[in-house]
């Protein structure tokens, strides 16, 4: 059975930080590039950080370039997303995507991360 389990989000202060974790298990964890989405009320799911298989590359959205790093875990077959200098904006349901290179593709439950004072 898949699962991608995220954990980490919460209530936290502007200018604060989280690191969200997504463990998987069920699926070849090696074969699945990773990303991190996520989904404001009333707003369309938008993607923010892929890490390749290998972890080597990564690409982050302009709005959350230079204060989110994703990493991931090959070992532990988890992926994470460490969020700096949180912002207000950053509000929002949290999902982990695992595509892999045969075509599968996995989702989340989500984890909701709240920046406010």
């Known amino acids: 059975q898949v699962q991608l389990v995220e954990s980490g989000g919460g209530l936290v202060q502007p200018g604060g930080s989280l690191r969200l974790s997504c463990s998987t298990s069920?699926?070849?964890?090696?074969?699945?590039?990773m990303s991190w989405h996520r989904q404001a009320p009333g707003k369309e799911r938008d993607v923010i950080a892929r890490i390749d298989i290998s972890g080597d590359n990564t690409v982050y959205a302009e709005s959350v370039k230079g204060r989110f790093t994703i990493s991931r875990d090959n070992d532990k077959d988890t992926v994470y997303l460490q969020m700096n200098n949180l912002k207000p904006e950053d509000t929002a349901v949290y999902y982990c995507?695992?595509?892999?290179?045969?075509?599968?593709?996995?989702w989340g439950q989500g984890t909701q991360v709240t920046v406010s004072s």
């Open positions: 069920g699926f070849t964890f090696t074969y699945h590039a």
């Open positions: 995507n695992a595509r892999g290179i045969y075509g599968t593709d996995y």
